[in-house]
């Protein structure tokens, strides 16, 4: 089974929390926007720890260090059976600062042409409704958690 590993970042403005979230890059992705949003994340590296990943994977697709408290959310299946692991960490990222590591593939299909592309094309802060109409349905689970641990925030589970 497959293993990816996430940041979730976070931020309180105003009394309301908003969550750090990016959409993927190259052309699969181009006109697809709602339930396509995911946290910064991918797959884990051979016997790399899980939180490793996620700090590294972070760093890859927005360019910018994460560090702090990472709190420990249980992890979700996607859809097509990728197993993900994800840590929240409060953080000031401002999406227009990202840069994204880039990919390569054969663009047009066929054409015999390899065209780079970025991982992340875009990246924003968003409310819990308007996170919930972007993010991967399945990581919806990550933003509720996170959010019941803010509201007793005096029992974080902390790695």
Request: glycine share 8%; hydrophobic share 40%; proline share 6%.
């Amino acid at each position: 089974m497959k293993q990816s590993a996430g940041i979730l970042l976070y931020r309180n403005i105003q009394d309301e929390v908003q969550f750090f979230i990016v959409h993927p890059g190259g052309p699969f992705f181009a006109k697809k926007n709602e339930g396509w949003w995911t946290v910064p994340k991918g797959e884990l590296l051979p016997d790399e720890l899980p939180l490793e990943a996620a700090i590294r994977e972070f760093k890859e697709e927005t360019g910018h260090d994460v560090t702090g408290v990472f709190i420990e959310l249980q992890p979700i299946t996607q859809k097509g059976g990728k197993k993900v692991f994800c840590w929240a960490a409060e953080g000031t990222l401002q999406p227009t600062d990202i840069v994204s590591n880039t990919f390569e593939m054969e663009w047009p299909p066929k054409s015999g042409k390899m065209k780079s592309f970025p991982e992340i094309d875009k990246a924003g802060w968003f409310n819990y409704a308007e996170a919930v109409e972007l993010v991967n349905e399945r990581q919806i689970a990550f933003l509720d958690e996170l959010l019941q641990i803010l509201n007793g925030s005096d029992n974080l589970r902390q790695s």
